[in-house]
């Protein structure tokens, strides 16, 4: 419905720009759904924005709009109010359309072309694979897979990608924590380091390793740990400590190193893989770090922006003249000894999103990198692409409570609550649905007791429940010898006249919009919300009113109705990758 009275108002619109009653500039023309239906059921304040560049009174404007806007069979009116907005009355024939087309275009009602078909690539979750994914990477899980999902909705091309952070430090330490648990497999009792990975999956997989080699991979723990800086509980630091011992590994094992490391990578990274399909998540594309960083692409990236003269050399060290472009200071691209920072693969790696023929390009990252996200689009800027292209979200923390306290958690410290654990224990409808219930910007308290409870607190039990009334409503229209009759259904939505289904009516004009709205602002919440308000609309006719009446016409055009508020429920939960229950 929005669309159609955008249209209108913008035919109106170039009838008063070609008569020369307001100035031919671009207008962007903003509908908005009123929340007090005293004043209709859209409005627009075009007419207030209009004032000033045509110097004309609002009001002036407004009233020259309605004359111009065209009869149309579902408006019932359009008036001016106040000092200049414009609201529109929907008739009950606009109504009785959107119903028709629910049940015509079925999950295909929603949908839209928008996007054009533009390419866009979604890079979400992307964890390092030294660990299980917890509960914080749910969030980004979740997220990224319904906004993909929005996006797709609106006629974009979407592609999910996982950048697997296969090289560097941490991959270091993951490795080097595993080894130290296999000789502890092997009798050694050793000083595990306060910086290494500690979870139980560490000794999994170090007990896997020995099963099969045994003793094969032993060295003399002298030789390991001897003359190294000290660890952070007697005094030393466990920075220093760690990088140490991984240089003193890597030195002992030689080519032996490169097997604890590919062991851990695969158990670690198939696991992941798993538990996000398990929770519906799936990717198009596992994008390794290690095998990108062996090609030239960063080689060219530099060649690039000497080229463009966005990077000077100092100190011996490559650097990158971000602070001109928007970044808090410059960065380095190379350092003095010739290695390249990761800052510089990762530019390459994100230019290399556009050349792949991408127009969009959204990362999802943790709250606490907001920092990195002018460095990259001022990196991007000097290869001459519009920075609005690269999309940065922030997903805040997830803080779980159980019993109403709060569970603690340490990643490092293998401490914390796994996706998989929170979706044996909440399910994984209630985990995508909590999920995205908020923006994505916005610290999350995720209620364990509530997620679990069948009750109308439960948001996913409240609007999976309305679906499953709608089913038992159907089941029993059978057993009680009755028969829905569509065509009858259809001819006679006029009798839905109570103020319940007058709600409904309107709830379900506005799902088109919503999904339009979500995609484009990447809010998903705005989807749960107004599943939620539907489904809270729906109990409460379901309370009221009888749909199995004896009246034919009546009884058909009610069950057409919850026919429609199913059909929407089903779009939603697709959309959410939520399933729909029949029975609760």
């Avoid at 002036?60 to 009869?71: K, N, T």
């Avoid at 390793?209 to 000290?230: E, G």
């Avoid at 971000?322 to 990761?342: A, C, F, H, I, W």
């Avoid at 940065?392 to 410290?413: D, K, N, P, W």
């Amino acid at each position: 419905m929005k669309l159609e009275i955008e249209n209108l108002v913008h035919q109106a619109l170039q009838t008063l720009q070609e008569n020369g009653f307001i100035p031919k500039i671009p207008i962007f023309i903003q509908i908005d759904a009123t929340k007090d239906k005293q004043y209709g059921h859209f409005t627009t304040n075009i007419a207030l924005v209009l004032a000033k560049p045509a110097k004309k009174r609002p009001l002036e404007i407004a009233e020259q709009l309605v004359s111009l806007i065209r009869h149309s069979n579902w408006l019932a009116k359009v008036e001016v109010a106040g000092p200049g907005f414009i609201n529109f009355f929907l008739s009950a024939g606009a109504f009785h359309a959107v119903v028709r087309r629910i049940l015509a275009e079925k999950d295909r009602y929603g949908l839209s072309k928008m996007g054009r078909e533009k390419k866009v690539l979604v890079e979400f979750v992307s964890s390092n694979p030294t660990g299980p994914l917890h509960v914080g990477h749910g969030r980004h899980g979740a997220f990224g897979d319904v906004i993909a999902n929005l996006l797709d909705a609106v006629g974009f091309k979407t592609y999910r990608e996982y950048y697997v952070n296969d090289a560097g430090r941490q991959m270091d330490i993951i490795t080097v924590s595993i080894f130290l648990r296999y000789l502890t497999c092997c009798g050694e009792s050793i000083p595990f380091p306060a910086n290494a990975y500690q979870g139980d999956y560490v000794l999994d997989i170090a007990q896997a390793i020995y099963q099969v080699h045994k003793k094969h991979f032993a060295i003399s723990t002298r030789d390991l740990f001897s003359d190294l800086p000290s660890d952070e509980p007697e005094g030393g630091d466990k920075e220093i400590y760690i990088d140490a011992l991984i240089e003193r590994t890597k030195r002992l094992l030689g080519d032996r190193y490169t097997i604890f490391y590919e062991i851990g990578l695969e158990n670690i990274l198939t696991d992941i893989r798993e538990d996000l399909a398990e929770f519906g998540v799936h990717f198009d594309n596992w994008f390794s770090e290690k095998k990108w960083i062996t090609q030239t692409a960063v080689d060219q990236l530099f060649a690039r922006l000497r080229e463009s003269g966005y990077v000077y050399e100092k100190d011996g060290a490559l650097w990158f003249r971000g602070s001109e472009l928007g970044d808090t200071k410059d960065r380095v691209l190379v350092r003095s000894n010739g290695q390249r920072t990761y800052f510089a693969n990762d530019v390459a790696y994100h230019l290399q999103k556009f050349e792949r023929g991408f127009d969009i390009a959204i990362d999802l990252f943790g709250s606490d990198h907001h920092g990195y996200i002018p460095r990259m689009k001022a990196a991007i800027e000097a290869c001459g692409i519009n920075p609005e292209r690269l999309v940065y979200l922030l997903v805040q923390f997830v803080t779980l409570y159980r019993q109403g306290q709060q569970v603690q958690m340490s990643t490092r410290g293998g401490n914390f609550v796994t996706l998989r654990e929170l979706r044996q224990e909440v399910g994984n409808d209630a985990a995508r649905f909590f999920y995205v219930m908020r923006k994505c910007d916005q610290h999350m308290d995720f209620d364990l007791d509530l997620a679990k409870s069948q009750s109308n607190e439960n948001p996913v039990y409240y609007v999976q429940y309305a679906h499953a009334r709608i089913c038992s409503v159907l089941k029993n229209l059978a057993e009680r010898g009755f028969m829905y009759d569509e065509t009858s259904g259809m001819n006679h939505l006029d009798l839905l006249n109570t103020d319940h289904e007058q709600i409904l009516l309107n709830d379900l004009s506005h799902y088109p919009d919503i999904i339009v709205n979500a995609a484009l602002h990447y809010e998903p919440h705005q989807l749960t919300n107004y599943l939620r308000e539907l489904a809270g609309n729906f109990h409460a006719y379901y309370n009221s009113h009888q749909f199995l009446v004896d009246e034919n016409n009546l009884r058909n055009a009610r069950l057409t109705l919850i026919l429609s508020v199913r059909q929407i429920l089903l779009n939603g939960f697709r959309l959410l990758g939520v399933s729909a229950p029949q029975s609760m």
